[in-house]
């Protein structure tokens, strides 16, 4: 992003934490880890799709997907047109996967351009497809998904093979890949109510269907973070992978199934201390009254940035490896903290959010379970004003001092020259 030339050159100790109210930071090098940890629990005859859509899941979807190729990751997954040409755009040439549906002739058009392949659920999509592929001269590959038991996107299963025998006919596409998604893997198998057996029949179903018509499926994929860890029946060509190339199970029943390392921490500094009086109301509402006199922290990161209102005197934060809980309402820009317990804790001090200190740790999951969401949303939730410093085995060397992110992308602009 350029610079305003009326904007003032930082000065050299202003660069980095320093001059940051609050920040991500992303071991990348734990991504790395936990894709390789990942690909030795699936084995060699199944490939990772690493999911990296949300900017991947809050942590910086290019940082992560170059993380996630380097620990053995073999494609990307993304939601998004937009979110697929941003890594073109950053020259990631691995294979991309849309996995919303694209209905419109110019997103397509974009995929084709881009190199990124498309998901479908009707042959209306496989037509223009097959209509854009045979004007340019060029085969378009694109994946087929089935609904077996989610009822959101993909055609229904029992269509499967007559769809599949529709696509070989195409001569401008290629069906690269067949796919469903898992509705309920991360339950328990005594929740979960045989849900997850039934879809697991139903794609296999469908997969021998093919097999007894000579009918190539491309790659068959079937299994979430949830799919992945919870049995290897799930995972045939491919996995999908998000939440746990993060660091974190999508279940305390499925956290011993491999070693998973979590790659994000959020900090914030304090940018004013004051000492008040027992019976003080904290914040808008006055949700929280001192009971003795208090030493009260605020920190410059509020809801705008991430963290759920509805936490609000629901959560700790770390300082010196003590646990300091938060009090009042959780404002737009700002939080406010019991600092008491801390006395050395002062204006510019910094605290961690999410992360570890010593013995403690907060994990995303610590939220959830206090304001009834899930862990994906709230990493899904920190906003690109929060810069990221990226690192990993050999410190924090990269930093993205803007504090606004990275510009948006407009997906359906293709580039001058292509990929």
């Known amino acids: 992003m350029a610079r305003s030339p009326l904007a003032p050159k930082p000065e050299p100790h202003e660069t980095g934490r320093s001059r940051q109210r609050a920040w991500v930071e992303v071991d990348t090098a734990a991504i790395s880890r936990n894709a390789r940890s990942i690909q030795q629990l699936i084995g060699e005859g199944t490939s990772l799709m690493a999911v990296v859509k949300a900017d991947g899941y809050g942590h910086g979807a290019v940082a992560v997907a170059r993380a996630a190729l380097h620990g053995g990751a073999a494609s990307l997954g993304v939601a998004t047109l937009a979110e697929g040409v941003e890594l073109r755009r950053e020259g990631i040439q691995a294979p991309v996967l849309v996995l919303g549906n694209l209905t419109q002739v110019e997103e397509l058009r974009s995929c084709l351009r881009w190199q990124l392949m498309p998901t479908i659920s009707s042959m209306r999509e496989a037509l223009l497809c097959q209509n854009l592929a045979s004007g340019s001269g060029r085969t378009m590959p694109l994946q087929l998904k089935l609904d077996t038991g989610m009822a959101r996107l993909g055609a229904d299963w029992q269509e499967g093979p007559r769809l599949v025998a529709s696509l070989r006919e195409l001569d401008a596409i290629e069906l690269a890949g067949l796919y469903s998604h898992l509705a309920s893997a991360d339950l328990p198998p005594t929740a979960d109510e045989g849900l997850t057996y039934l879809q697991q029949q139903r794609f296999e179903q469908v997969l021998t269907s093919l097999r007894v018509q000579g009918l190539a499926a491309g790659c068959r994929h079937l299994a979430n973070s949830a799919g992945t860890l919870r049995h290897r029946q799930h995972h045939f060509d491919m996995v999908r992978v998000g939440l746990a190339l993060y660091g974190h199970p999508p279940a305390t029943h499925l956290a011993d199934s491999v070693a998973l390392e979590p790659a994000m921490q959020v900090h914030a500094r304090v940018t004013l201390v004051r000492l008040v009086p027992a019976g003080v109301g904290v914040s808008y509402g006055h949700r929280h009254r001192t009971t003795a006199p208090t030493r009260l922290a605020v920190l410059a990161i509020g809801y705008a940035d991430g963290v759920p209102r509805q936490l609000s005197n629901r959560m700790e934060v770390l300082f010196q490896g003590k646990r300091l809980p938060q009090v009042g309402a959780i404002t737009m820009d700002q939080l406010v903290i019991d600092a008491t317990a801390a006395p050395d804790l002062d204006i510019g001090g910094v605290v961690t959010l999410l992360g570890s200190q010593g013995q403690e740790q907060i994990t995303p999951a610590d939220w959830s379970s206090r304001c009834d969401i899930i862990p994906w949303e709230v990493l899904c939730g920190f906003k690109r004003r929060l810069p990221r410093l990226e690192g990993g085995e050999e ?24 990929p």
Not at 397 to 413: A, F, L, N, S
Request: hydrophobic share 10%; aromatic share 8%; net charge negative.
């Open 395 to 418: 410190g924090w060397p990269r930093w993205d001092g803007d504090p606004d992110g990275p510009e948006q992308v407009d997906g359906t602009e293709p580039p001058p020259s292509g």
